[in-house]
């Protein structure tokens, strides 16, 4: 009985530190607000894209549709190195719209990481003051460029967004879209508190003063991704710029959703790959959580050894139950509310999914354009 009350007492202390977490995100979520800011900056939206012919046409009408003044603007897509005809479609609206150019990334400009290097090839020839960045697979609401803009209020230097996948009717989709909710909910409530932990580069923006005041991707530049993440994080640790997330639902850039469950985890180990070099503090936090998870896993063997089923369920209940508020939080920010009745099938899957994707993502490999990284 020694070994049981060991392993539960620790797995009370894990559930206490996981429960001071969510009340600290709970709170940034509370004082999240929309921007007020009334000026209208110059801004250069940058779109990296590589192989994305099918695709890019679709995001660049969404962008020649916004509603900020045209000579406010440009569209700069970064042709990363295309074997099909990407160029050759940007080509058409360069010839059509005046504010949308096609810069081509070389193999080796500034940085090894082929999506960092096509962003600077793009910032290099950029004009803007703002610089807001999407993907070639995402089609931006007409009042996006608008909508972060007005987030930039004094002092702020880097504004996060929601980026959810397009609404899909069948369970996987749904529990896709779900996870994508929980992953901006952990980034807009760190935010909302002052801190710095994830975002997603699909909907992101920054001053580019910000961006040249803390050095570009500095040393980050080698990792292959973390381009939103680990660049809202060195912007927000220099404590002289502010952090924003845009709640706003004219800002939500919707994706195209994985075409499976392969493509899907493959995106999350790229993302997650980044976690490395995140700063020791949340290293300890990402440890201390992912211990709690692999704790309640644990917990069904030990407590089917110890005559004790009730044991296991209480453990899933209460992670249940602090998850809820959260979650539910996020899904009124986010417009989601739709996705509530799922919530229980995607607890009892979250726990063995990230038991599995964290390891993957830090000592795997992964796929991103046809290219393999370790």
């Not at 976690?275 to 992912?290: E, K, M, N």
């Not at 009124?332 to 063995?352: C, G, K, V």
Request: with cysteine.
């Amino acid at each position: 009985m020694l070994f049981f009350r060991i392993f539960f007492d620790i797995l009370f202390i894990l559930a206490a530190v996981y429960s001071v977490f969510l009340i600290l995100i709970f709170i940034g979520l509370c004082r999240l607000r929309e921007g007020s800011s009334a000026g209208s900056p110059r801004v250069s939206v940058i779109v990296a894209a590589r192989d994305e012919e099918k695709n890019i046409g679709r995001c660049l009408q969404a962008l020649a549709a916004q509603r900020y003044p045209k000579d406010r603007y440009e569209v700069l897509v970064v042709d990363d190195n295309s074997r099909d005809g990407t160029a050759g479609v940007v080509s058409r609206f360069v010839n059509d719209c005046g504010n949308v150019r096609l810069v081509r990334a070389t193999e080796k400009s500034f940085v090894s990481s082929p999506k960092k290097n096509a962003i600077l090839c793009g910032i290099q020839e950029s004009t803007g003051e703002v610089i807001l960045t999407t993907d070639a697979d995402c089609i931006p609401p007409p009042g996006w460029i608008s909508g972060m803009v007005r987030c930039f209020e004094p002092r702020v230097g880097a504004v996060a967004g929601f980026s959810p996948s397009l609404v899909g009717n069948s369970l996987r989709q749904r529990l896709i879209e779900l996870e994508s909710v929980c992953f901006a909910v952990v980034s807009a409530g760190a935010i909302g508190i002052g801190g710095a932990i994830s975002c997603v580069g699909r909907n992101f923006g920054y001053l580019r003063k910000a961006f040249e005041e803390v050095g570009g991707f500095g040393a980050t530049g080698e990792v292959v991704s973390g381009d939103d993440d680990l660049l809202l994080q060195r912007i927000g640790r220099q404590g002289l710029w502010e952090l924003r997330f845009s709640i706003c639902p004219d800002t939500f850039v919707p994706t195209l959703p994985a075409t499976g469950w392969g493509e899907f985890i493959n995106k999350r180990k790229r993302h997650f790959s980044a976690g490395v070099s995140y700063s020791p503090v949340l290293r300890v936090l990402g440890a201390l959580v992912y211990s709690y998870y692999l704790f309640i896993l644990l917990s069904l063997p030990v407590s089917l050894v110890y005559g004790k089923f009730w044991i296991w369920l209480l453990c899933l209940g209460t992670k249940l139950l602090l998850d809820t508020p959260v979650v539910l939080k996020g899904l009124t920010l986010f417009q989601r509310q739709r996705l509530l009745r799922i919530l229980p099938l995607a607890e009892l899957l979250h726990i063995p999914y990230l038991l599995v994707v964290w390891p993957l993502a830090i000592w795997g490999s992964f796929q991103w354009k046809e290219r393999a990284y370790r």
